[in-house]
């Protein structure tokens, strides 16, 4: 599929302008609007004219020509603003892109930036920059980042993150940054791919995202100097403070964030790993997830009856969440493996119920879906569920390897 170089072709570019010259009508007025002007950030009233997809003049004028086709919208009574950027977005948290951009898109979120963890991880680069190409289609402007690790220790890493996907990825036009460094301790010890990767980055004139939880002051600095740009993990007014001094972007937060016997199974039945979790239940009997950093399968549970049940059911709708209790399946939510087909206003329903049930079983911590997530997310600190075993964040150690089948 051929990718488009420009925003407009300039035939498009002559018809908005004819738009103004009032020889071609628009296709929708917004008339006695109230709208947001970003630039003088006041409330004005006028009439903003639209021509395809672009608003091609916003004041006090009507269009000099308005045919039969031309949509005219009433908007007394209403407030209009640009459309809100969401900086950072995980379009497969349970959802998928298409789902997540359309229900933003519905409350006024018509740009988003998006990880691409999930497509290095489970596709090859082929059926990836085809599905950025088809998601141009969307009414929403979707941009990328490019991430230098993969958030956990990885069986493959130097396949799945090798050198020529990584620059392939960052030369792609809706790639604008690169991260988040969620391996930045690896990057202070000495890692110097990531930090060629990061360079690379930079001659293609493209930001660095940060991911620096507690970070001192003098690893901020450093970090600063390596090249990044910014940072969305100040958790303190002191935080925000230190990083906006030493010149950083710094993106305020908002969102959901802030055991028994687990197995973590790799999804091609090559090894698995088995600890003592403790405090994610009091009361749980299984559950059984294909959701998880790198696609593998996670079992936790206080029963192995009920954990072999939740297993097979999750086979058998293809992957997903399952829920059993006492040799019988209480809850089921097909992922396809990571992510849902449902809408988003179905795909919300499903997961309070999930939250619901956990928390009727003892799950106390305020997001089930992220502690699954995040079981084996090695940016975060001390012990984490890895392909290559039981791995200790702080000390750079696996203290038990995975168990070969």
């Known amino acids: 599929m051929g990718e488009q170089r420009y925003r407009w072709k300039g035939s498009e570019l002559r018809e908005q302008a004819a738009v103004i010259e009032g020889k071609q009508s628009p296709t929708k007025v917004l008339v006695n609007a109230t709208y947001l002007h970003s630039y003088f950030r006041e409330w004005v009233k006028g009439n903003i004219w639209i021509h395809g997809d672009r608003i091609v003049y916003a004041g006090e004028r009507l269009p000099d020509r308005v045919d039969e086709a031309c949509e005219i919208v009433d908007c007394r009574g209403y407030?209009?603003?640009?459309?809100?950027?969401e900086p950072h977005v995980h379009p497969f948290q349970l959802y998928n892109p298409r789902s997540f951009a359309r229900y933003a898109a519905a409350r006024g979120t018509t740009t988003l930036v998006n990880d691409n963890l999930f497509f290095l991880?489970?596709?090859?680069?082929?059926e990836a920059l085809l599905f950025l190409q088809q998601k141009n289609t969307l009414p929403t402007s979707m941009y990328w980042w490019c991430r230098f690790d993969g958030q956990t220790e990885l069986e493959r890493e130097d396949e799945q993150l090798s050198n020529v996907r990584i620059k392939r990825w960052l030369d792609q036009e809706t790639v604008l940054q690169g991260g988040e460094l969620t391996s930045w301790p690896r990057l202070v010890s000495g890692d110097d791919i990531v930090l060629y990767w990061m360079q690379e980055a930079k001659r293609r004139r493209r930001k660095i995202e940060g991911h620096f939880p507690g970070a001192s002051e003098k690893t901020l600095v450093k970090m600063a100097?390596?090249?990044a740009d910014g940072d969305h993990e100040a958790m303190t007014g002191k935080e925000v403070r230190t990083r906006l001094w030493h010149g950083y972007t710094v993106t305020l937060r908002h969102s959901s964030i802030r055991?028994?016997?687990p197995v973590l199974l790799d999804r091609n039945g090559r090894w698995h790993v088995n600890t003592m979790l403790k405090g994610f239940s009091s009361a749980l009997g299984g559950l059984a997830s294909s959701y998880s950093n790198t696609g593998d399968l996670v079992l936790i549970g206080k029963h192995k009856e009920d954990m072999l049940l939740a297993f097979r059911r999750m086979k058998e709708i293809?992957?997903?969440l399952v829920l059993a209790e006492n040799g019988e399946i209480v809850f089921e939510l097909p992922l396809g493996g990571m992510m849902s087909a449902l809408e988003m206003e179905s795909l919300i329903d499903k997961e309070k119920e999930f939250i619901r049930l956990l928390r009727e079983r003892g799950y106390r911590f305020e997001d089930p879906v992220y502690s699954l997530l995040f079981l084996q997310s090695t940016h975060l600190p001390y012990v984490r569920i890895t392909q290559r075993g039981i791995y200790d964040v702080?000390?750079?150690t696996v203290l038990f390897p995975s168990i070969m089948r």
Do not use: A, E, Q
């Open 121 to 126: 991880l489970h596709l090859n680069d082929d």
């Open 394 to 396: 702080m000390h750079k």
């Open 318 to 320: 293809g992957g997903g």
């Open 225 to 227: 100097l390596f090249g």
């Open 79 to 85: 407030v209009l603003v640009p459309g809100y950027i």
């Open 259 to 261: 055991p028994d016997l």
